[in-house]
C-alpha cells in the first residue's frame, strides 16, 4: 500500500527554472525521505527530514516539512537537464520500513 | 564498487516457473529490505530483516513468495509457481540505522526485473 501521494504526476521544465514536487501523507510520521530514481536505476537518497524539521537544505535542494498539514514539498532551484528523473517521497511511521509515494516524474528540457 | 547488488538485472521464466534473486547488501549494514516496483508506480514494500531475522512481510504478497537472509548477509526472494502479474522490477536496498526504531536511508541496488510470459 502506498501512504505517499504526491503532486504533480509529472513536470516538464526549461533548464535553470525551479520545480517544486509535494507530498501528502496520512499517519504521522518519525521522519520523511527523498529519493531520485532514473530510469531502470535504483532509487538513491536525496534528503531526510525529520518529523520536529521544518526545512532542510542539501545543494540545490531544498524540503519543507508540515506535520500539520501531513505535506512535504521538495524544491530542486535552477534545474539542468542531468535532474530528469523520476522523485519519490517515502516515510518512516513505524521505525521499520519506509512506504513510498507514487512519484513526480520530472524532464528538464534544455 | 561496495554499494547493493543485486543478480541477476534480468530475469525471463515462463508462467508456473520459480525464480529466486540474490542480493548483496552494504556490508556493515544489518537491515535489509526488499521492494516491487511496476512501471509508473513507486516501490511497493515486501518485506525486511533486521541481521537474519525477518521483521516484517507485506500482508500483500501471498504465500508464494519467501525471502531469506540466512547469515544475516546476503539475501535471497523466491517466487514460486510464478504468473503474469508478478512481473515487475524487485528492488532490494539496506541501511544501518542509529540505535532506536528510526529509519536510515535506503541504499538500493538497480534491481532485478522480471518479465513472466
Known amino acids: 500500500s502506498q501512504q505517499g501521494e504526491e503532486d504533480p504526476q509529472a513536470l516538464s521544465i526549461q533548464e535553470g527554472e525551479n520545480a517544486t514536487m509535494n507530498c501528502s501523507y496520512k499517519t504521522s510520521i518519525n521522519n520523511l525521505q527523498w529519493y531520485r530514481q532514473n530510469s531502470g536505476r535504483g532509487l538513491v537518497h536525496l534528503i531526510l527530514?525529520?518529523?520536529?524539521?521544518r526545512e532542510k537544505h542539501s545543494g540545490r535542494l531544498r524540503v519543507t516539512l508540515d506535520t500539520s498539514k501531513k505535506s512535504s514539498s521538495l524544491l530542486i532551484t535552477a534545474s539542468r537537464a542531468a535532474d530528469t528523473a523520476s522523485y519519490f517521497c517515502a516515510t518512516d511511521s513505524q521505525g521499520g520500513k519506509l512506504i513510498f509515494g507514487q512519484g513526480t516524474e520530472l524532464s528538464v528540457k534544455p | 564498487d561496495t554499494g547493493v547488488s543485486q543478480d541477476p538485472r534480468h530475469k525471463i521464466t515462463k508462467r508456473g516457473q520459480n525464480v529466486t534473486f540474490r542480493c548483496d547488501p552494504i556490508?556493515?549494514?544489518?537491515?535489509l529490505y526488499w521492494y516491487r516496483q511496476t512501471l509508473g508506480q513507486g516501490p511497493e514494500f515486501l518485506t525486511y530483516?533486521?541481521?537474519?531475522?525477518?521483521?516484517?512481510k507485506s500482508r500483500l504478497l501471498s504465500d508464494r513468495f519467501s525471502a531469506e537472509r540466512p547469515k544475516g548477509s546476503f539475501s535471497t526472494l523466491e517466487i514460486q509457481r510464478t504468473e503474469q502479474g508478478d512481473s515487475a522490477m524487485y528492488l532490494c536496498?539496506?541501511?544501518?540505522?542509529?540505535?532506536?526504531?528510526?529509519?536510515?536511508?535506503?541504499?538500493f541496488g538497480n534491481g532485478t526485473r522480471l518479465t513472466v510470459t
Open positions: 527530514i525529520r518529523s520536529n524539521e
Open positions: 556490508s556493515e549494514h544489518n537491515r
Open positions: 530483516f533486521q541481521n537474519e531475522a525477518q521483521l516484517e
Open positions: 536496498a539496506s541501511s544501518h540505522p542509529p540505535g532506536g526504531s528510526v529509519t536510515s536511508p535506503l541504499h
